[in-house]
């Protein structure tokens, strides 16, 4: 919400003194995030003054269509004669009132104004357009039609005097506060909100913009019917006719739009959108010649379809809230109106003959409106917006929640508004229908906000401050407090506790630093978590967060089976995208699209890790319960709450892709490739203090021929915790990734439950080691792992190692055969092993894994 200070001041008497900077301070001390001060006009200086076009010489002898102007700027220039200009824009005729800049004007950006020679005349001042002055798109009737575009030159009324001061005229010196309003805030996205919050930070009356006379509700306003009065419990319609067609939007009124951020369009649609601005109620403008018949409220017909003010046929939902008349659906309701019933401003021939000098004809502009003020459904309104992709300044307020008090004041407000701008008369008809409610009430010890914040305020404090945000409190020791129907956030007494606490100020809150039990600290699956993410930095993978949600479609992507159970999600109702509604059930796809990214972007060697929880539904879920906020809830309450969601394993993953090794003075590098995949693995695992039992395997998304599964030993039995390796081709071809992307996830969870106990530091003998190496002829198909397993068992205990260094193939060996060559390190912690000790441990774990595998000793 862009608020303008100087529109601030029109509700709050702030002290003349005060700089956007002090209101920026006193907003975020009363809980606000303002973030920025925009200075409009920084820069800027005269002479800036209205002057009028007297005549226009097109020279037509360059490449670009120029003209030569003279505008009579009255007495600002100091001599009374005409002013000589030149100037590139054509959405401008003689007799038009224009914004001149004089010589010695400096214009934003450092642009100097001077007398110079150009296109072969000497021009004296500039015509200036609303960009060149800092102001955005001026939105003049003219823009668009003379070949001006959307950001030509300024046209000003014509009966404005001529030299006067233009800086005054457009209000181009102010300050503008940039708020972000929170959810819960939706009453500050309103100058009325604003205004409120600003009143209670100084400690001055607030002059509210919605206190006005309106006329009791009759029974022959325009004729509404409302259908679905959950979606719309309140819906008042007011009627003005005889809207002059040639009435223009005030400057004053359009200077306030574009500061706050709108772009003026035309005076029955800006009106709407000011009292918006000022009092926070979404307004619509029906141009009742359009209309036919009575106006509906009710929930869109499946299959129905609109086209929306944008020009988009969109097809409805049967959650949709819908304004009708006898034609069908004419607007969203609380979103965006329909084409059909939109106020037509004057035709673009009604400015082309003004420009040319014609009469105007100001046939089919909109001479009588319907003016719609309503309150729509929080909830309904936000889902219609995300459903369509439309979201709107109605309904970033609907589904933040209005005011349902304010609808007959604004809809007061906008008829004010065009008798007064547009010579409309108001007719005496007045539709207002209301669904029975009742003020909500809180009851709220007195003494809460001080056992909330741990201060002493008192029960004055509590009341005062209660009041100034708008609520009725009785009551001594057990307060009950009415909030006010601005305030929809307000529901418990944690949220009254919150106001009294932010308008005394979180600054002035005790620091206290908590006093944890002794004896107390990370538990052992956080430690292992933080052990697991320092390993594989140190191996040089970076981590990457990514958001838990994820789209469905991207399981087609990975090749999942349709039986897979990583298909089955969990589906949020609210999500931040259409595309990701669910939460994910593996770490890939997150980290692969983070892969994506940093190689489309020239990062082409590429390792990423991420530990996280992924999301696996119940067969049976659960309907979690409100825990109370009061107390601490019971092991009961906690159980069903747990009970009721999905399973959280927490997982790791990694993602390779590039180089793993560079090249450089000191020899080649080496592309990234399964092994790394399931080394990383390893590593998790060591860090874990488990043993990782690999063999290969065929899973999705990984490649069939280089897939490992990897499982540990818990209670005995042998247990999956994950696979690694390469992924598939196809995977990698509808990713997009890189080739040979390799990737590799574990449930960390599963791992940890495989530690027998705490790691044990290992035993360190002080004699020498004994190396043997062996090479085995094994049949390709056998897994070295096995053999490996198979060394292990039949070295015994003097074994203190086993590495594979050569694998080899060739025609020596013969067809199907290949030859692992290890290395063999043994040691005894008490005593020097002789040569025939080693040689009898070797030979044993060569026994047996000829044995187990069929291994023949290579040259035996």
């Not at 005054?168 to 929170?182: R, S």
């Not at 003010?309 to 979103?335: E, H, M, P, Y």
């Not at 399981?555 to 089976?561: H, P, T, V, W, Y």
């Amino acid at each position: 919400m862009r608020v303008p200070l100087s529109w601030l001041r029109e509700y709050v008497d702030l002290p003349a003194t005060e700089t956007g900077r002090d209101v920026q301070a006193k907003l975020i001390s009363a809980g606000l995030e303002v973030e920025t001060v925009e200075q409009l006009g920084a820069g800027l200086t005269g002479p800036l003054v209205v002057g009028k076009v007297l005549t226009i010489e097109e020279l037509t002898e360059f490449k670009k269509p120029i003209r030569f102007c003279t505008v009579d700027v009255g007495q600002a220039n100091g001599t009374g004669e005409p002013q000589e200009i030149i100037c590139g824009a054509r959405n401008f005729a003689e007799g038009d009132k224009v914004v001149v800049a004089l010589p010695g004007a400096v214009l934003p950006g450092d642009f100097r104004i001077a007398e110079r020679k150009t296109y072969g005349r000497v021009s004296r001042g500039m015509i200036c357009s609303g960009d060149e002055l800092g102001m955005g798109d001026w939105g003049s009737p003219l823009d668009g039609v003379l070949g001006g575009g959307t950001h030509g030159i300024i046209v000003l009324p014509p009966e404005l005097e001529i030299g006067i001061d233009a800086t005054k005229l457009l209000e181009l010196y102010d300050e503008v506060l940039d708020i972000a309003v929170t959810p819960d805030r939706g009453y500050c996205l309103s100058m009325r909100g604003v205004a409120r919050e600003a009143a209670i930070a100084y400690g001055l009356p607030l002059r509210d913009p919605a206190l006005l006379d309106v006329p009791a509700p009759n029974s022959y306003g325009y004729p509404v019917q409302v259908t679905d009065p959950i979606g719309c419990d309140r819906f008042t319609a007011r009627t003005v006719v005889g809207l002059e067609p040639e009435a223009r939007t005030p400057i004053w009124m359009r200077r306030r739009l574009q500061k706050a951020g709108m772009r003026p369009i035309s005076l029955a649609v800006d009106i709407t959108n000011y009292v918006m601005l000022e009092l926070g109620q979404p307004l619509h403008a029906y141009d009742r010649s359009r209309l036919d018949g009575p106006i509906g409220v009710r929930r869109a017909a499946a299959g129905e379809t609109i086209t929306t003010l944008d020009g988009v046929k969109r097809v409805l939902d049967t959650g949709d809230l819908v304004i009708t008349d006898n034609r069908g659906s004419i607007g969203i309701a609380g979103v965006m109106g329909g084409a059909d019933t939109e106020i037509a401003d004057l035709p673009q021939a009604l400015d082309s003959a003004r420009a040319g000098g014609t009469p105007m004809d100001v046939a089919g502009a909109t001479t009588e409106v319907v003016i719609e003020a309503a309150h729509f459904d929080a909830i309904s309104i936000a889902r219609t917006a995300r459903r369509h992709k439309l979201p709107s300044e109605a309904s970033k307020r609907f589904e933040r929640g209005v005011d349902p008090q304010a609808a007959s004041a604004a809809a007061q407000r906008c008829v004010d508004l065009l008798v007064l701008l547009a010579g409309g008369t108001a007719e005496a008809g007045v539709t207002e229908i209301v669904a029975p409610s009742a003020p909500r009430t809180v009851t709220m010890p007195a003494d809460h906000p001080d056992r909330v914040a741990g201060v002493a305020y008192g029960r004055e404090t509590v009341v005062r401050r209660l009041q100034q945000i708008g609520c009725d409190v009785y009551g001594q020791d057990e307060l009950v407090v009415t909030v006010p129907s601005w305030r929809p956030d307000l529901w418990v007494p944690n949220d009254l506790a919150e106001e009294v606490i932010r308008l005394e100020g979180y600054e002035n809150l005790p620091s206290t630093l908590p006093k944890p039990p002794a004896g107390r600290g990370l538990t052992e699956r956080q430690r292992t978590h933080r052990r697991v993410g320092r390993a594989l930095a140190g191996a040089g993978y970076v981590e990457a967060l990514n958001y838990p949600f994820i789209g469905t479609q991207v399981f087609d992507q990975l090749g999942l089976d349709a039986d897979d159970a990583r298909r089955r999600v969990v589906t949020l109702v609210n999500p931040l995208s259409d595309e990701e509604p669910a939460l994910r059930t593996t770490l890939l796809p997150g980290l692969l699209g983070a892969l994506r990214r940093n190689a489309g972007r020239g990062s082409h060697d590429l390792a990423l890790f991420e530990t996280g929880l992924v999301f696996r539904p119940g067969d049976r879920p659960g309907v979690a319960v409100r825990l109370p906020v009061d107390r601490r809830p019971t092991d009961e309450e906690i159980a069903t709450v747990n009970a009721a969601l999905p399973a959280q394993p927490r997982r790791v993953a990694v993602v390779l892709a590039g180089a793993r090794e560079q090249a450089g003075w000191w020899g080649k590098g080496r592309p990234a490739d399964w092994a790394d995949a399931i080394q990383a693995a390893r590593t998790v695992a060591a860090e874990a203090g488990v043993e990782l039992i690999v063999s290969a395997d065929q899973h999705a998304p990984w490649h069939p021929g280089r897939c490992a599964a990897f499982h540990v030993v818990v209670n005995g039995e042998k247990v999956l915790v994950g696979h690694g390796g390469e992924l598939h081709p196809r995977v990698v071809k509808a990713l997009g990734l890189p080739d040979r992307t390799c990737a590799t996830e574990l449930d960390l969870d599963l791992v940890e439950q495989a530690n027998e106990g705490p790691l044990k530091a290992p035993s360190i003998s002080s004699f020498p080691v004994a190396t043997q190496d062996v090479a085995l002829v094994v049949d390709a198909s056998v897994p070295t792992v096995t053999v490996e397993a198979a060394l292990r068992d039949g070295a015994g205990e003097l074994l203190e190692s086993v590495r594979l260094f050569d694998v080899y193939t060739g025609d020596q060996l013969g067809e199907g055969k290949k030859s692992l060559a290890y290395a063999l390190k043994f040691r005894a912690t008490d005593r020097t092993l002789t040569v025939d000790e080693a040689s009898a441990a070797r030979d044993a774990a060569v026994a047996l894994a000829s044995e187990r595998t069929g291994a023949v000793l290579r040259g035996a």
